[in-house]
Nanobody, 119 residues
Framework: QVQLQESGPGLVKPSQTLSLTCTVSGGSITTNSYYWHWIRQPPGKGLEWIGYIAYSGSTYYSPSLKSRTSISRDTSKNQCTLQLSSVTPGNTAVYYC???????????WGQGTQVTVSS
């Protein structure tokens, strides 16, 4: 079955760029109709969708984060990468990658990784 695993630094300083990688196993990120999302959950709050990269390589971001977000992929490693620039302590959250058929589906989830923004 498809499994996702997030990785990256757990601590990022304010104004720096947060960079996380999602490694997918059990399936290809280029499989037709699959979308690979990044989602976060700040402490005490609900889930917030950040953006996705599609099987085709196209991307789409939350309007509120679009100016600071980039999602890319390495098909040779079957990985997707999130970069969020100019972070603030308010960006502290558990970050998840998720995948699914169709842009609105989240059939598969990673376990999540805690990222704290602090000096």
């Amino acid at each position: 079955q498809v499994q996702l695993q997030e990785s990256g630094p757990g601590l990022v300083k304010p104004s720096q760029t947060l960079s996380l990688t999602c490694t997918v196993s059990g399936g290809s990120i280029t499989t037709n109709s699959y979308y690979w999302h990044w989602i976060r959950q700040p402490p005490g709050k609900g889930l917030e969708w950040i953006g996705y990269i599609a099987y085709s390589g196209s991307t789409y971001y939350s309007p509120s984060l679009k100016s600071r977000t980039s999602i890319s992929r390495d098909t040779s490693k079957n990985q997707c990468t999130l970069q969020l620039s100019s972070v603030t302590p308010g960006n502290t959250a558990v970050y998840y990658c998720a995948g699914g058929v169709r842009a609105s589906s989240y059939n598969y989830w990673g376990q999540g990784t805690q990222v704290t923004v602090s000096s």
